[in-house]
């Protein structure tokens, strides 16, 4: 009898796991808690997607604990410790799994950039064909945002292990907010808020990726735009970016050029619907252009929680082109799946 009792309790027990396992995503929520596919909350903050060879890489900003006001701050630099650069890995953009901990902090080294002391924001990375390296840049600074650097790590698979190689002010200039574009011809860039976040640094990068080859051009100049998050659509440039808020939401702003060193014209906040003049409380970190659709992008945001960041979600939305004019826009949606793409 007890024997039949525990069998039948491993069995609901195992079939409870499964269940959990088996959880599904089909639709994207916005703003609400995204569960991988162990059914814990994607934790990939300021992240960045990479598409190689079928799968698609979500790289973020791993946070976990407490989050604290230092108590010198005279601003709001909510921060957690350093606990590293998280991966997941997908087929379909919406149900992803875990990979690990793929740039990992550093506790035994107060001078490292990745000691949990520091700060590690918005890591992208990219894959370069000619060296077989995955090349991961990351915004590195202290604690009061003084250092302004750029970090680079290297691996030779996506899901890691990469290892650091360092960090240094990109042209001898501050670079905070940032991401990476690679175009069409393999030339890569970074693009990072630079001169105190008040004007834009657009970087080329040397041909394996890992550091600025020396040309660079300031664009967006006194702007004051952060979060940038780059992409190419019907042979033109775009940027999609934040004001300068600190963890609070603010108007988006998107911007176009014909060429990515060239003159950047803003077009202005493509958010439409409820909250759009907040970004729907959201800030820009991607913009993924979807594999095997036509003109098919997602805008990624984070949603910030500044005073419990690990708590903090997505806002992932479809960018709706309108063909006949070139205009792009990010309505507001509650939830949406690939049919957005049809
Ligand atoms: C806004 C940036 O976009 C975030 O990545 C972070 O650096 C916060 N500022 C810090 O206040």
């Known amino acids: 009898m007890i024997r039949q009792f525990a ?55 791993y946070k976990v604990g407490k989050t604290i006001l230092p108590s010198w701050a005279t601003w709001e630099c909510y921060r957690t410790d350093v606990t590293g650069v998280s991966c997941y890995s997908s087929k379909d953009l919406l149900n992803w799994k875990f990979e690990g901990v793929v740039l990992k902090a550093v506790p035994d080294d107060p001078d490292s950039d990745l000691h949990p002391s520091q700060v590690v924001e918005r890591p992208k990375v990219i894959y370069n064909k000619k060296t077989k390296k995955f090349v991961m840049w990351i915004h590195a600074d202290s604690p009061d945002y003084s250092k302004a650097a750029a970090g680079v790590a290297i691996s030779d698979s996506p899901t890691g292990e990469f290892s650091y190689i360092g960090s240094f002010r990109p042209n001898n200039s501050m670079s905070r907010d940032q991401t990476l574009f690679v175009d069409d011809d393999g030339t890569a860039y970074q693009f990072s808020s630079s001169e105190e976040n008040r004007t834009m640094h657009i970087n080329r990068l040397t041909d394996d990726y890992t550091r600025p080859d020396g040309t660079f051009v300031r664009r967006f100049v006194d702007q004051s735009r952060e979060a940038p998050a780059v992409f190419k659509y019907n042979n033109k440039y775009y940027m999609l970016s934040s004001g300068c808020t600190g963890w609070s939401p603010n108007e988006a702003e998107l911007a176009v050029a014909d060429s990515i060193m060239g003159e950047w014209t803003v077009l202005g906040n493509p ?72």
């Open 271 to 342: 958010c439409t619907g409820p909250d759009a003049e907040k970004t729907f409380y959201g800030q820009s970190t991607y913009v993924i252009p979807v594999q095997g659709k036509k003109n098919a992008y997602i805008a990624c945001f984070d949603m910030w929680n500044k005073t419990d960041l690990a708590n903090s979600k997505y806002i992932w939305l479809p960018i709706k082109i309108d063909q006949k004019t070139n205009t792009l826009t990010i309505p507001w949606m509650k939830q949406w799946n690939m049919d957005e793409f049809k």
């Open 7 to 61: 069998m039948l309790l491993l069995a609901a027990c195992t079939w409870g796991t499964m269940s959990l396992q088996a959880q599904k995503n089909d639709f994207f929520r916005p703003q609400q808690v995204w569960n991988d596919t162990e059914g814990n909350p994607i934790n990939a903050h300021g992240g960045g997607i990479l598409y190689h060879e079928g799968t698609y890489y979500w790289y973020g900003e």
